[in-house]
């Protein structure tokens, strides 16, 4: 047997050889951010998202009662905005309903006096007029479903 023939496979293709990463590849500018994604792309996104907000943490929380502190805070907001949220569907479908009884923004201002209040009132106590913000709601309502 000659020394320069392997007894193993013959490769006739002389072409063929090992590759390293194509030229592109290495010319694009790869960032850490695309990196930490492929890594872990087996996440979920919102897993992905609570990791990045505990990277974030203020600098304050030193201890884990501080982060035990933050996290309540975070639950409470997150489940205070769902209630909103629950809130204005139900008021939504009440201002379907007194659409449905043929009231718009302009007749229930003139029902409820709105323009007077307007004159009268300093915005403090608009605020916290009941009717005020019955009409102001049920405008924004009004608009955002382009009647």
Known sequence: ??????PGYKNDNIN??????ER????????????????RGFLFEK??????????????????NDLDQWIKTSTTNWYLKAQV??????????FENIKVLGWNP?????ELGISKKIETMSHSQLMQDD??????????FWISRKF
């Open 131 to 140: 009717n005020y913000m019955l009409w102001i709601k049920f405008t924004e």
């Open 47 to 64: 897993v992905s998202n609570i990791f990045a907000s505990l990277t974030k943490l203020d600098p304050r929380l030193k201890t884990v």
């Open 1 to 6: 047997m000659n020394h320069n023939q392997s």
């Open 24 to 39: 592109n590849s290495l010319d694009r500018d790869a960032t850490d951010e695309d990196s930490v994604r492929e890594e």
């Open 16 to 21: 063929q050889v090992l590759r390293g990463p």
């Open 85 to 94: 949220n629950q809130l204005y569907r139900k008021l939504y479908k009440e």
């Open 106 to 110: 302009k007749l229930l201002k003139e």
